[in-house]
């Protein structure tokens, strides 16, 4: 363990400025969960996690595959700043198509112009903030991303208790004033990161650039399947939420997203830094041709993780009664049950996006596409069949089961491509002659 630490010291210190760096932020986002629920109740946040649910989904749909293929091609770019240029003219481009037909959508649905105009904007500064803070993590500027972030959270939070306090405290504003100060910290914090982006001479410079024919089929290839990939890990990881609106209540989904929120925020705050700091850092080895070494540091890490996991068990389930009671003040002792599979299952997520990085440095991710449907159609039976009978604790434990199953088919795809791709390298034998 001391030889990994000691091989790997700047990524660690990387890591661990992430780390410092996410504390505030990550600190606020644990904490904004029981407030939220303090000042509206857990209806409201219920309603409030279906809704930025579906925005989310929908963003990465729009643009999580751009910023996963800008990290990926930005360091093999002779002209990086051009290529940073024309993907983010790529977002705003995908941002308006799709925000067009959603608007459509929901006229068609009887959407107020102001709840359709407020997730509009909420949409395209969340997009930009991504794209942003996936810029500045290439380009390894760890303290100005994670300074952004804490930008983005401190005044989301602000601004909750600004709304609250000296606005309006009615349950019919909860859900807006929520999304407004969710627009105002991504806003903020895309501002910190490129102040520029605003300048409308910076608008006309980014629809100058443009990327090639074959940059952008380049670009789509990787990226297209990386979308739905990302569409169905979300839904992987919430979809649960639906299924318990759909059959029990509003209360179930605001108790049950406030504990599986709590340890999803934890998961980010203990593991994320490792893996902001390691991706850009094995994907520019891959590509300067140290496959072997960026190979070696995704394994490393994966141990250094797993150490920490079993670690971190112990104090969870010493804790578990504080969490729900104290902490989150859900009367419901039941809600003690869900803590133990809800963190099994976040943390067999986490490290399933290190152990598939192998993958996304081949370019198989179409392979990653199929493995995640697999494992959302096994959770999403799962949870129709058992919810209706037993409750939300079995939407914990289909956690576990549809982690578990997409590590598990990674795996098994990464030792067949790993397979084929020895057997191509191997040298033809040359005839011989009887």
Known sequence: MNKIIKNNKTLIKESGIYFVGKVVPGLLLFFSIPLIIRLYGEEVYGEYSLIVTALLMLNTLLTGWINQSFMRFSTAKKDPVYFQQSMLRLLLVCNFIILLVGDVVLIILEYSWSRILLFDIFLISLSLFSFSSTVSQTKFKVVRTVIADTI?????????LLLYVFINRSMN????SLLISGVCGYMLGSIFLKGNIIRLSELIRLFKSKLSKVELKEVVQYGAPIAFWMVAANLLNLSDRYIIKHYIDFQAVGEYSAVYDTFSKLMTFTFGPILLALQPRVIKLFNEGAESKSYKLIKQIVLLELT???????VVFQLKEFIISDFLELENPYLQSLVIPIFIGAFLWTISLLIQKPLELRKKTM???????IALAANVIGNIVFIPKYGIIAAAYTTIVGSFLYLIVILLLQARTKGVQNSMNEPVPKNRKS
Do not use: H, N, P
């Open 367 to 373: 392979l990653m596409m199929w493995a995640v449907i």
């Open 152 to 160: 983005r959270v401190g005044t989301f939070i602000a601004c909750i």
């Open 173 to 176: 504003f909860a859900i807006i």
């Open 308 to 314: 920490a996991f079993f670690v971190a068990l112990i």
